[in-house]
């Protein structure tokens, strides 16, 4: 079955650092999209950033990087420079067909001043 | 990015009574729309699948009576909580999507049912 897995339920990391959250995901298909979302305490969902399994370069936006590694299958996400308003829940999902979206089950970030 | 606009955005009402949720795109025509339900701590679990003109598809272990959902325009979709209870209090999400590289959410609805 398709599945995204975030490891780590949570994380804490200090302002200005980088921080990498980490999503594997699991498909024999050749064809899909990965997309990081942020959910700040709102509950809103912010789209981040996307990256096509035959891109063949990371995807960036702004301080935000997609590290895919098709092999692994893994697609990672990697935020330079953090913000205290970064602290957020964050979703990676995948979209194989039809625009649904399987979802990984977050991670909660936590910048500390 | 293309807008999705939902509403309410917070919504408490009685147990027994019903709860319509809209889902609007402003800028783009969305034939397929998602409502998904967030419970605490978790991820987001997709409820149905919404096509403009045609029934709905849920997910396994939806109820279709109690979740009502109608796409009647390209621009608009609807989710009725039917006799809701307390425990259909969560966060409820819609999404939609322009084309396949990015689908936009909507600032989605808490309601709570007391």
């Known amino acids: 079955a398709q599945k995204i897995t975030q490891t780590q339920p949570g994380m804490f990391v200090q302002e200005k650092e980088a921080v990498t959250l980490d999503c594997t995901y699991d498909?024999?298909?050749?064809?899909?999209?990965l997309f990081w979302y942020k959910q700040p305490s709102s509950g809103e969902m912010i789209f981040l950033i996307y990256?096509?399994?035959?891109d063949e370069q990371n995807a960036t936006e702004g301080r935000y990087s997609l590290n895919f590694q098709k092999a692994r299958k893994s697609a990672n996400l990697v935020i330079s420079a953090s913000q205290l308003g970064d602290s957020a829940m964050y979703f990676c999902?995948?979209?194989?067909?039809?625009?649904?979206?399987?979802w990984g089950a977050g991670t909660k970030l936590i910048i500390k001043p | 990015g293309a807008v999705v606009s939902q509403h309410p955005s917070w919504v408490i009402c009685k147990s027994g009574t019903s709860v319509k949720i809209e889902c609007r795109s402003l800028?783009?025509?969305?034939?397929?729309m998602f409502w998904y339900r967030q419970f605490p701590k978790q991820s987001l679990m997709l409820m149905a699948t919404?096509?403009?003109?045609?029934?709905?598809?849920?997910e396994q272990g939806v109820e279709k009576d109690k979740f009502l959902i109608n796409h009647a325009s390209l621009t608009l979709s609807t989710l009725t909580v039917t006799s809701a209870h307390p425990e259909d209090s969560s966060f409820y999400i819609c999404?939609?999507?322009?084309?396949?590289?990015?689908?936009?959410f909507g600032q989605g609805t808490r309601l709570t049912v007391v």
């Open positions: 800028d783009f025509q969305a034939t397929t």
């Open positions: 999404s939609a999507a322009d084309r396949e590289t990015e689908a936009f």
């Open positions: 990256q096509g399994s035959y």
């Open positions: 919404s096509n403009e003109g045609s029934k709905a598809t849920y």
């Open positions: 498909t024999s298909d050749q064809s899909y999209g």
């Open positions: 999902a995948a979209s194989y067909s039809n625009y649904q979206l399987i």
